[in-house]
């Protein structure tokens, strides 16, 4: 490990200015003009990867490429197979007037680099990339076969990684899946999280009539659709916060005691909270806490509300339709496609007569549990510790990684969660970043994990 240890050691300021040449790439997903841009950071990778040694490959897909990048030749195969999962796409940076330097030009300040993808989730994997590096460039023999699947889609609940997945299934067997793509309370409390909340999406649009009119002359004998969808969203949660459609809560499993008492554990002020988010007080589902309410409750939210006019100045009009797009984050076991099918119902149920309703179903992603207790979940507390010098936290997060549930049904294995992101990041929000000391740790307990997974 000395040699190891040397490597990261000396080429620490090398690997920022590398990740800082992967986040110039502007890969945002959801954004049909930034297609060329996926590409080619696509590419960049995997000739990064071919720079350090690595076989890689980008294969194309019906949406955006996926990377591989393995350790892996023909010829062996003796030595236990992990994959390493991340994302190169990232979330749109708007509203881009909110950064303080420009999303896709990263910055360092204050041991912090400031870039759209800076934590979700280039910089995270990347420490992964590192890692290995160290082992390769010191001739060190690694202790395991690992395989870097870094997809473009994970932002926008893509479906090329999951067929890819079911295609490769023999090249992909493995002992075990490496994630970094969730986040930590402090460089204090490294964290395993051993559950994600799943999600399911949709779009409402309902219509009143054939074009916007004149309100003056029509409005009071029609009903305005901003009105009705307002009325029909406003039902979806009560005052306690929960969501009213029947058999939402059917299948989710109730918290432990244990459970709930380690959720308490975690690092929670709500003052300092109320301060970070900038509002007046919290609101959530009565009988639960808020780290409860986070990361192992579900939830239905608006997206965003569309309708009628939205320019500068007044305009007196009926709007011709109103509409909403929907997330939901779902808990174990809830199934996502069974509640998708459930809410479209309800919801259509709710349309008043005076209107037409459209419900489009989107993306879906399984929630997942896994027992923390394994000799590998072992193995990962132990490089954390190692990595960040304090005892490692279990958590369970609420955002979603779509693939992860995928990669228990078609690969047959656990995944093992270690997050790197703080509470501060801003993923998905302006001024997202990665603290440069936490990079650096976070190679430091990828270079420890393969060696502790192959002793476990
Ligand atoms: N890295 C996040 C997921 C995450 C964030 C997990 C923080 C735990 C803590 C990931 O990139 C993400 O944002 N996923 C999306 C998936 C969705 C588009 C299907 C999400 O959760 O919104
Ligand atoms: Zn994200």
């Not at 079911?166 to 899946?177: A, F, I, M, S, T």
């Not at 964290?191 to 009119?213: F, H, K, Q, S």
């Not at 006019?309 to 339709?321: A, D, L, R």
Request: with cysteine.
């Amino acid at each position: 490990m000395k040699q190891i240890s040397d490597y990261l050691e000396t080429n620490n300021q090398k690997f920022v200015e590398e990740l800082i040449e992967y986040l110039r790439f502007p890969s945002v997903s959801a954004q049909s003009k930034h297609k060329i841009d996926m590409t080619n950071c696509a590419q960049w990778l995997a000739s990064h990867g071919r720079s350090i040694g690595l076989k890689t490959k980008v294969h194309k897909t019906s949406g955006h490429p996926i990377v591989t990048l393995t350790t892996k030749q023909k010829t062996n195969g003796s030595k236990p197979h992990f994959l390493v999962y991340g994302h190169y796409d990232v979330q749109p940076p708007e509203p881009l007037e909110l950064w303080t330097s420009s999303p896709f030009a990263p910055e360092v300040r204050k041991g912090n680099l400031f870039a759209r993808g800076a934590s979700d989730n280039k910089g995270q994997h990347f420490a992964h990339l590192k890692a290995v590096e160290a082992y390769l460039k010191t001739n060190t023999e690694l202790p395991c076969d690992l395989t870097f699947l870094i997809e473009g889609e994970e932002e926008v609940g893509g479906e090329a990684l999951v067929s890819f997945l079911k295609k490769n299934k023999r090249e992909l067997k493995c002992e075990g899946v490496v994630v970094s793509d969730t986040g930590m309370p402090d460089l204090k409390h490294p964290a395993l999280t051993y559950a994600l909340r799943g999600v399911a999406a949709l779009e409402v649009r309902i219509e009143g009539p054939n074009r916007d009119l004149h309100s003056g002359i029509y409005g009071g004998a029609i009903e305005n659709p901003a009105i009705a969808l307002s009325k029909l969203l406003a039902k979806m949660i009560d005052k306690n916060g929960r969501i009213t459609v029947p058999g939402f809560y059917n299948d989710v499993i109730k918290l432990s005691a244990y459970e709930r008492k380690q959720m308490a554990r975690i690092p929670f002020n709500e003052r300092n909270f109320k301060k970070l988010l900038g509002v007046k007080s919290l609101f959530g589902e009565k009988g639960f806490t808020p780290n409860e309410h986070r990361a192992a409750r579900p939830t239905f939210e608006i997206n965003g509300l569309t309708s009628g006019y939205q320019g500068e100045g007044s305009k007196t009009i009926v709007p011709s339709y109103a509409s909403a797009k929907i997330t939901m984050r779902l808990v174990p076991n809830q199934n996502a496609a069974k509640i998708l099918r459930i809410v479209a119902q309800h919801i259509k149920k709710l349309c008043p007569e005076t209107m037409k309703i459209k419900v489009e179903l989107g993306h879906v992603a399984d929630p997942y549990i896994v027992s923390p207790k394994g000799g590998l979940a072992k193995a990962a507390l132990k490089s954390l510790k190692s990595a960040f010098g304090h005892e490692p936290v279990l958590l369970r997060e609420g955002g979603s990684i779509p693939i992860v549930e995928h990669f228990a049904q078609i690969l047959k294995v656990d995944t093992y969660l270690l997050g790197l992101a703080l509470p501060d990041d801003n993923l998905h929000s302006p001024n997202e970043k990665i603290d440069l000391e936490v990079f650096k740790r976070g190679i430091k307990m990828s270079a420890h994990l393969w060696k502790n997974f192959a002793e476990a």
